[in-house]
């Protein structure tokens, strides 16, 4: 990280950077790994217009994938992109009546649901009176091999071909609606990393349920877009993730496949075995305190990653190498003491450099991200938060 030292020496710590070499590299090595399937850019991994921008010019990339309606109204409105995917169902009744009111947007931005419960929803919000809403049914990826045994994320409650079919039966009926795509994130595949450090056995029952859950998947997957493609066309078949851009890729009912955390590369994603996104995204602390002659505390660093509670949701010590966390204190909101070879030689002003858990929070952090090429600082760029924007 030296370079950065030097890069960034007339900025004062906490600050972000990223590197633009390694964001470029993840950005085309996730185009090799597609295969020739567009990528839908997930924009919660990565909540910094000028990123997006970016990677948009990426051949191989076309549309966003963000995780709130407000989101997607801005995103259309500054230019981003005109076909946007809300990956989330909404019950923003204020965004939705932007939505209504701005034809060019309900052209181009796609809403999730899988209930008619949604759909009362949004007729409830908007009435007769407005343009056809476009929708995407969410189909539940998750394994089931055992009844009640439940493998994946909790989101959807549509899993069968037979329970997609009459949703989107519900939808044709509807008026003021358009059924426009299909979508099913696999997040026990996409989101486990199948090569946990240091925990063979854990490795080898993970790839042993990735393998049968994504054989499973591909088969009724495209029962599912068979049983939706009997009733009307679609427009798009929506899959996968970072961690699994080969295997989705692949399968015959996908049209496109979505990623993020891959551009980033955050520690979640280090323990791979098919792929290794070089880290782009690194936040320096200064030390502020000098405990013991082996200890250094840094000023703030707090910065948790969501998910379930555990040791893989701190941020990790980067640079200088040799420093851990400590495990009465860890990551705190206005301190981070860290211990290690390393700590003895860090004096008062010095820099601690970390990666974060996962690719998109640092963003919610720090207001601007400062972009750094080869070995100059390009650009100072503001995150969401630098522009006031907050999706939750």
């Known amino acids: 990280m030296r370079r950065f030292d030097e890069i960034t020496s007339e900025l004062d710590p906490p600050f972000a950077v990223v ?37 948009l010019q990426v051949p191989g990339y076309a549309g966003l994938m963000c995780y709130s309606l407000a989101e997607a109204i801005w995103l259309h409105r500054e230019g981003l992109s005109d076909d946007i995917l809300v990956a989330y169902p909404t019950v923003d009744r204020s965004a939705l009546r932007d939505l209504a009111a701005d034809p060019a947007a309900a052209a181009s931005i796609s809403l999730m649901v899988d209930s008619v419960d949604h759909l009362d929803l949004i007729d409830a919000a908007l009435g007769p009176d407005r343009p056809a809403i476009r929708l995407c049914l969410e189909v539940d990826a998750s394994w089931r091999p055992l009844l009640g045994l439940h493998v994946g994320t909790r989101r959807s409650p549509v899993h069968t071909a037979a329970q997609t079919r009459r949703i989107a039966e519900s939808v044709l009926r509807r008026k003021g609606f358009r059924l426009v795509g299909l979508m099913a994130y696999e997040g026990q595949i996409a989101g486990l990393g199948d ?13 042993w349920m990735q393998r049968r859950s994504a054989a499973e998947l591909a088969e009724r997957r495209a029962a599912v877009v ?17 961690g699994s851009l080969e295997g989705t890729a692949v399968e015959r009912a996908v049209t496109e496949v979505a990623a993020g ?33 082996r200890i250094a505390t840094l000023f703030g660093g707090g910065y948790i990653a969501s998910g379930p509670v555990g040791a893989d949701r701190a941020p990790v010590p980067h640079s200088p190498g040799g ?36 690719a998109g929070e640092p963003a919610e952090r720090f207001a601007h991200y400062h972009l750094v090429a080869a070995d100059r600082l390009t650009a100072t760029v503001p995150t969401y938060r630098g522009e006031g924007r907050s999706f939750g």
């Open 19 to 55: 590197d633009l070499d390694a964001f470029d590299h993840n950005a085309a090595d996730l185009v090799r790994r597609a295969a020739g399937r567009p990528i839908r850019v997930a924009t919660k991994s990565v909540r910094c217009r000028e990123l997006l921008h970016r990677v």
């Open 195 to 207: 090569a946990p450090h240091g925990q063979p056995l854990k490795a080898a029952a993970l790839r």
């Open 226 to 242: 068979r049983a939706v493609q009997a009733l009307t066309p679609l427009e798009f078949v929506n899959g996968g993730g970072t």
């Open 261 to 293: 955390s891959g551009l980033i590369g955050p520690t979640l994603f280090d323990g791979y075995r098919s792929f290794r996104p070089r880290p782009a995204v690194f936040y320096a602390l200064p030390v502020v305190h000098r405990p013991t002659a």
């Open 323 to 358: 420093l851990r966390l400590l495990a009465t204190e860890g990551a705190g909101e206005v301190q981070t003491p860290v211990a290690g070879a390393a700590a003895g030689r860090l004096r008062l002003g010095d820099r601690v450099w970390f990666r974060h858990a996962k």
